[in-house]
């Protein structure tokens, strides 16, 4: 989707770095016939990638000023790059994110809001700092408050569609490949920030990503890994080590119970079992598909990990919220 989307709306010259992570042949042939014919880069590990390892495949061959990370499921509205871009020159942006908003592509731009810019910040508590994360404008109607939405300065981005300035991404080193699930966009926006550079929203770059779009058998050996509990739990106690932050995971092992009824046709299976066994059946799935195709992902252990999590204490509760 993502591809063709790009070829036809991006408004200003650019160099397209696919990176493939272990899909089908089938799909891989489409894929590189599509990227090649248009004179644009293509590059297939045979293995699935987290996206953090994507980007990091795909950094060595960057040349330019500015590097525009893209989700395979993404749609634009007319001058989404170009719009980017000046904010990024007239603001000295290390980071600009663009209105992002989500549903059925048909009905782009006629969505709610997703992310438009947001807070973030590190709030210190006893035994650490718990993670204030809240997406502005979030879940409203974008036709309702796009006039509302103003160039400003921000807390955080997401990956959905996220400009990145080449040398600040240089300064910062490499995507931390121990990252995969919720955080791998906050722990960018936190480095940025450490070292000193400005996230902008640029509100004129209207982005979309499509939700709704039924997973086929093809789809899902992968969306069972990439959203693993087993993997996602292990990064989330690496980012919060990290950051020092108190330990507290509940939210997100309700998202990932959530999300995950995207592998199997729910609403169906609701209809037949009720709830509580097509949630059981849910994960018993995802679960056996894991452990059947986690051969396929390779992800870093963190060098230290705590063996047990932090109690959280009532002070130590922060908003967080997670995309798909």
Known sequence: MSIAAVLATADVPFDLIYVDGGSPRAIARSLEATVTGAGQTYIRRNSFLSPNQARNIAMPLVTTEYVVFVDNDVVFEPNWLSAMIDCADETGAGL?????????????????????????????????????????????????????????????????????????????????????????????????????????????????????????????????????????????????????????????????????????????????????????MTTAFCEVMDLVMAHRMHLPRPKTQRRQERKTTPAAVGTQQFAR
């Open 96 to 280: 600009v994110t663009p209105t992002i908003l989500a549903g059925p592509e048909a009905l782009m731009p006629n969505l709610k809001v997703h992310h438009a810019g947001g807070h973030l910040e590190l709030v210190p508590v006893p035994g650490g700092f718990y993670m204030e994360r809240i997406h502005q404008y979030e879940h409203e109607p974008y036709l309702q408050v796009r006039d509302s939405l103003k160039r400003a300065e921000t807390g955080s981005t997401e990956f959905h569609v996220v400009l990145a300035r080449k040398a600040m991404l240089d300064e910062i080193g490499p995507f931390d490949e121990c990252l995969m699930g919720f955080t791998d966009e906050i722990d960018m926006a936190l480095l940025a920030r450490k070292r000193g550079w400005k996230i902008y929203l640029e509100p004129t770059s209207v982005v979309g990503y499509a939700v709704g779009k039924p997973l086929t058998w093809r789809d899902r050996p992968f969306f069972c890994v990439r959203w693993s509990r087993r993997l996602c739990m292990r990064a989330e106690r690496h980012f919060y080590d990290k950051w020092n932050l108190v330990h507290e995971f509940e939210r997100q092992r309700s998202f990932l119970a959530q999300h995950r009824r995207h592998a199997v046709p729910f609403k169906k299976m609701q209809a037949l079992f009720g709830w509580r066994i097509s949630m059981a």
